[in-house]
Each structure stands twice: as structure tokens, then as C-alpha cells.
């Protein structure tokens, strides 16, 4: 109890201080004239050493690609599990070197041309962008900006003003509207002004609820609780859910978007607790599955995604 609250009251603090030196460091540098090869470089050395130094954020990961990879070797866990790493750090590197450099965004993401978006956006209803923490996620909307429509991200604020003030400036820079996720009546009202405009709203709907709420799911293999407010904003705004994903071109320079067919949701998913909100979460959840089993290595899985389990259990057949 002692030692949690010395960890409390000065060791995390002089963390937070650490790590938004390295942040401002790692921006300054992003600004720069420094090429973009050479940042990717750089940045795969950084995931390197942030899979051999951080213990605990390794022992989560490991863990959790146990359960979405059961059956895995040991050696092809530990190879996903450093990819990873290398690619959060390329992506950081990635989002934010564009956001300074703006006019390259249009060459660097990439439509896939199946036609979904512009069908969905062509009759000006708007719709809901459902989406996960899996590869270069952020870019989500560029297509949808690329139109001249509006694109909003429902966000939960970082705790630091410093940190947030970052990716405000980074959004605004890509024409990217932040809605916050609370007050529910705020994110309503603001959902509400966008779409109104035909554009879109997206929501990355794989994190662990912080508090109670949400609904427990089937996703990779174990009971989840999974936030229900992709499901119930659609039922209540009347728009379809869009799902999609930004993974990487083969040439490791480029990112291609991925829109999916809509999914209309009925009016009585309004209701958290309505069997046609489980059934839509659930649909989603198990799309979502797909491209992380699919993808393992784009997968952000340095989140505490189970937290009832001990970041050391490891047997995919507990639930």
C-alpha cells in the first residue's frame, strides 16, 4: 500500500514529465527536414527498444496475442508481438509527419475503389465510420475530407492539457472535427451537426468501457465489454454504420482505406439493452475479429484489453 502510494504521488508524475519530453523531442524532430525513410528508420529501432525495455507493456502483449493467436508457437507470438511494437512507432512517425506536411496526404492514403463511400455519403444522410485500434487507423477519414465533406472523430481526451492540445492541433490541421465522448448529450448534439452535412462520424468502438457500461461480446475468442455507442448513435441519427480500416500497400509507403458495406441498424437499438444493440455490437465485433486475426501484426494490442484477467494468463480457453 505504501509503495503504490509513493508510485502514485511522485513516480508517476515524474513519468508524465518524461514522457512529454520525448513527445515534444519526438514532434520537434517530425517538423523538421529529416526524410521520411530515414524517420521510419528510426523509428523501427524505437519499437526495438521499446519491446526489450518496457516489461510490463511486453508481458500484456504477449499475453493478449496468446489469446487472439491460440495455437501459435512461442517464436511466432514473440515475431508478431515486435512487429507490433516497430509498427506503432511507424505509425506515430507516420501520422504526424503527414499532419506537418498536409498536401502529401492525398498521394500517401489510398481508396480502395469499391464505391461503398460515395454511394453512402451520395444521398446526404451521413453515416457512422466504425473502425478499431488496427494499423493506420487515424486515416480513416481522408477520403471522406477528400470530398469536401465533413469527418468527425469521436475522441476521450488525453488527461494531459499539453498532450491534448497535440493531436487537437493534428486533427484540425487535417480537417478533422474532435467530438468528445462526453457528456452523451454533447456528443449527440455534436454528431447531429455533422451528419446534418452529410459527413461522417467516427467511432473506434474496441476499447474497454472505463467505467460500468457497454455490453459484453464474443471477440477473439473471449467475453468482452465493448462500448455500444457505434450501435445506438446510428439507431438513433438513422444512418448506416460504415465499417472500415487503413492497413498498409505492400510497398510499406502508402496505406490503403477499406469501407465496407453499410449496415442499417434498426430504431429499437436506441436501447442499451435491446437484443438488436447485442446483435449489431456482436456483428461488428466479429468483423473486427476477422481483420486483427487476419492482421495480427497491425493490431494495437498494447492495450489492457481484458481486465479481469491477469496480464499473465495466457490460456485462450479461460472466459
Known amino acids: ?30 517538423k523538421g527536414d529529416t526524410d521520411i525513410t530515414t524517420l521510419y528508420r528510426m523509428s523501427e529501432f524505437m519499437g526495438r527498444l521499446s519491446f526489450a525495455i518496457i516489461r510490463s507493456r511486453r508481458k500484456l502483449l504477449l499475453s493478449n496475442l496468446h489469446i487472439v493467436l491460440p495455437g501459435s508457437s512461442e517464436a511466432d507470438i514473440n515475431r508478431i508481438a515486435k512487429k507490433i511494437t516497430c509498427n506503432i512507432c511507424r505509425g506515430f512517425v507516420d501520422v504526424f509527419y503527414h499532419v506537418y506536411r498536409p498536401e502529401l496526404l492525398s498521394s500517401h492514403v489510398r481508396l480502395e475503389e469499391n464505391g461503398v463511400i460515395k454511394e453512402v455519403l451520395s444521398n446526404g444522410r451521413g453515416c457512422i465510420v466504425a473502425t478499431g485500434h488496427v494499423g493506420a487507423f487515424p486515416w480513416i477519414g ?43 448529450i454533447i456528443t449527440l448534439k455534436n454528431t447531429l451537426k455533422v451528419l446534418r452535412k452529410g459527413g461522417a462520424v467516427m467511432i473506434a468502438f ?37 465499417p472500415g480500416h487503413v492497413l498498409p500497400e505492400p510497398d510499406g ?6 469501407y465496407y458495406p453499410p449496415i442499417e441498424v434498426p ?11 447485442r446483435e449489431m455490437l456482436q456483428r461488428l465485433a466479429d468483423w473486427l475479429s476477422g481483420v486483427i486475426r487476419n492482421h495480427p501484426e497491425q493490431w494495437w494490442g498494447i492495450h489492457r484489453r481484458w481486465r479481469e484477467y491477469d496480464i499473465d494468463d495466457s490460456d485462450p480457453q479461460k472466459s
Do not use: C, Q
Not at 2 to 26: N, T
Not at 209 to 232: C, E, N, Q, Y
Not at 267 to 277: G, M, N, Q, R
Open 142 to 184: 481522408i477520403p471522406i475530407v477528400a470530398r469536401g465533406l465533413p469527418f468527425a472523430a469521436i475522441v476521450r481526451d488525453p488527461h494531459d492539457e499539453r498532450v491534448k492540445k497535440v493531436f487537437d492541433d493534428g486533427h484540425k490541421r487535417i480537417g478533422y472535427i474532435n467530438i468528445p465522448d462526453r457528456p452523451p
Open 206 to 242: 474496441d476499447m474497454h468501457p472505463a467505467h460500468k457500461g457497454g455490453i459484453t461480446v464474443d471477440f477473439l475468442g473471449r467475453k468482452t465489454p465493448m462500448f455500444s455507442t457505434v450501435v445506438r448513435l446510428a439507431a438513433r441519427t438513422g444512418v448506416p454504420i460504415v
Open 253 to 258: 509507403m502508402h496505406h490503403r482505406v477499406t
Open 1 to 30: 500500500m505504501i509503495k503504490r502510494k509513493i508510485a502514485k504521488r511522485f513516480l508517476r508524475p515524474l513519468g508524465k514529465e518524461i514522457g512529454w519530453l520525448i513527445l515534444a523531442k519526438a514532434l520537434a524532430l517530425l
Open 267 to 277: 430504431h429499437e437499438a436506441i436501447d442499451e439493452d435491446s437484443l438488436a444493440t
